[in-house]
């Protein structure tokens, strides 16, 4: 079976782990986090650009966390696509607040922002926009039609890890970035995530949320829970760093042969960088003209190849939301819920198994 994802491990991240279980220290309780935490997060902090990283131990505690920092809760609303995985509405479902669905564009399955316009509200308290499957978001729309309005921007990078928009690295570019460290993101650490932030303010709460409110202590002063990042998980986060810009390069490498191939079949619409959109090649997701996508992923699953469709149901299709808000459509969203497939683009692709899923998805269409 080819895998939809694939982390790069080697002998580097076992034996920085057995340094770690050597040493005995296998989490901490101080506000700073311990070595390896630190570690990893000034190595994120000098790549992004940024001020300040906190490392949580999911994408989902970066999100919740950081609505938490901007006072959000009760009586709120944040503004969201439904195209995206379901962790980004239960964050902010988790504070009290109300999320609000927006639709998505179809060319590059980012925020609309005609629609988003017509979402904000006066309880409008954040914006979160979803740079999905690694394509950046329209940031520069989005910062001037919230300019002189008080909303934060909560970027949704979980997916965006070494995207880039105008030269800015995705997750910087708003009030406050989440990503993940799960195990198919680009970087992993197993489950992990963090923040990334220019504001200290922001860093500093977001310290104590993510150990109890606590400072120094059993001095609980805000709200918060146990979000810390183990120093085994940090301590992998720390050698993939090492690894970053080749694995960036690789799957770069990767979705251009298969763009390459792809490009030429009819009914296929390829994923295409903008000129001031750089991707880090997370998925490679193409969309059917007809709706054939069950019938060629089925296809695609029983030659051994990982497709995978992201996501179907969206959000506010799910039972869940569904019940919390009713009647809503969102014609894009639904329309790439089921046009959606996602291909392997992962680093450790040979040129064999490239060609193999290109000539496979080609026969599976006739």
């Known amino acids: 079976m080819i895998p939809i994802n694939k982390p790069l491990l080697d002998k ?64 709120d609303e944040v503004i969201l696509p439904s195209f995206t995985f379901v962790a980004t509405a239960n964050s902010v479902v988790a504070t009290g607040a109300r999320p609000v669905f927006v639709d998505i564009n179809r060319d590059d399955f980012t925020i609309n922002l005609e629609n988003l316009e017509k979402k904000i509200t006066d309880k409008t ?23 002189k309005r008080s909303i934060y921007i909560i970027e949704d990078a979980c997916q965006s890890l070494g995207s880039t928009y105008e030269g800015k690295q995705t997750g910087t570019i708003g009030d406050i970035g989440c990503f993940s460290l799960y195990a198919s993101k680009v970087l992993t650490s197993g489950e992990g995530g963090f923040i990334a932030t220019n504001d200290k303010l922001i860093s500093n709460k977001i310290r104590m949320i993510r150990n109890h409110g606590m400072v120094k202590g059993y001095d609980t002063r805000i709200l918060g829970m146990n979000m810390r990042l183990p120093e085994i998980n940090a301590a992998i986060a720390k050698v993939q760093m090492k690894k970053l810009e080749t694995m960036l390069r690789s799957r770069k490498h990767n979705a251009n042969t298969l763009s390459k191939i792809l490009s030429s079949i009819k009914g296929v619409n390829i994923p295409e960088e903008q000129h001031e959109r750089m991707y880090n090649w997370y998925l490679y997701t193409i969309s059917f003209t007809n709706n054939i996508r069950n019938k060629i992923g089925k296809v695609l699953n029983q030659k051994g190849i990982g497709a995978a469709v992201y996501y179907d149901p ?40 490239l060609e193999f899923i290109c000539s496979t998805l080609k026969e599976a269409l006739g």
């Open 125 to 147: 308290k954040a914006v979160i926009p979803v740079h999905l499957y690694g394509h950046p978001a329209n940031m520069g729309g989005i910062k001037d039609l919230l300019r």
């Open 314 to 353: 969206p959000v506010h299709k799910t039972p869940y939301y569904r019940n919390l808000i009713s009647n809503l459509t969102l014609t894009n969203t639904e329309w790439a819920s089921r046009h959606v497939l996602s291909l392997p683009v992962h680093p450790l692709l040979t040129e064999k198994e």
């Open 12 to 75: 580097r991240e076992a034996a920085e782990i057995l340094k770690v279980l050597k040493d005995g220290v296998l989490t901490s309780a101080s506000m700073e986090g311990g070595r390896q935490v630190r570690d990893f997060e000034n190595l994120m902090k000098e790549y992004l650009g940024v001020r300040e990283v906190i490392s949580v131990n999911s994408g989902t505690s970066a999100l919740y966390s950081s609505l938490l920092s901007c006072g959000i809760g009760i009586g």
